[in-house]
Each structure stands twice: as structure tokens, then as C-alpha cells.
């Protein structure tokens, strides 16, 4: 079946990197568009960044341009965030999505806390 594990999160200083990772089964990685996206407590979803199917394209948030970078590895069906210069307001939890017009498919997330 469709899995999307995240991995990566935990607890940083302000000014602090982290690298998140989503490993994908179950389903041809590939041909997918992949997203991901942040929910932080009392605020609304936020999409992050996106990219294409063959990585060759990405969009991002205003609010992390510049500082965040979206990658996939389609050989081992992994997606990526780079995330540098981290603010406390980044904290929130972050999930991949497998984007489809039929229905996005969400993994369970994981947790990014930006604290001194």
C-alpha cells in the first residue's frame, strides 16, 4: 500500500539547519508531483514547497524562499527539505503529500521545534 514516512525533525536554535526526508512505497515515485507542507498549532496549513515529477522544477512559500530547498532522489524514492537559517516560527508539523487530482495522499508527519 501507499506509504509516505517522514523522518528528520526534532529540536533546533534559531539560526539551525535540519534536513527532512520522506520515504516513499508502494506507489511509482517518479511520476508524481511532491509537496511538502506545515501545520503549526492554531494556524492555518501552509503549503511549503513543490516539486515536479522529475525534479526539475520547485516553487516555495514567500515565507521560506531563499532559506528552504525541495529535492527528490526518484531512484530511491526519497523527497528532501533543506532547511536552513530556521526562525521559531518555522516551528510546525511538517508532512510530504503525493499530489494527484484525484486526492493528495499525506504522510504522518514530523515535528520541527525552532527554540533557543
Known amino acids: 500500500q501507499v506509504q509516505l514516512v517522514e523522518s528528520g525533525g526534532g529540536l533546533v536554535q534559531p539560526g539551525g539547519s535540519l534536513r527532512l526526508a520522506c520515504a516513499a512505497s508502494g506507489f511509482s515515485f517518479s511520476i508524481f508531483i511532491m509537496s511538502w507542507y506545515r501545520q503549526a498549532p492554531g494556524k492555518e496549513r501552509e503549503l511549503v514547497a513543490t516539486i515536479t515529477a522529475g525534479g526539475d522544477g520547485a516553487t516555495y512559500a514567500d515565507s521560506v524562499k531563499g532559506r528552504f530547498t525541495i529535492s527528490r532522489d526518484n531512484a530511491k524514492s526519497m523527497l528532501y527539505l533543506q532547511m536552513n537559517s530556521l526562525k521559531p516560527e518555522d516551528t510546525a508539523v511538517y508532512s510530504c503529500?503525493?499530489?494527484?487530482?484525484?486526492?493528495?495522499?499525506w504522510g504522518q508527519g514530523t515535528q520541527v521545534t525552532v527554540s533557543s
Open positions: 503529500v503525493r499530489r494527484w487530482a484525484g486526492g493528495d495522499y
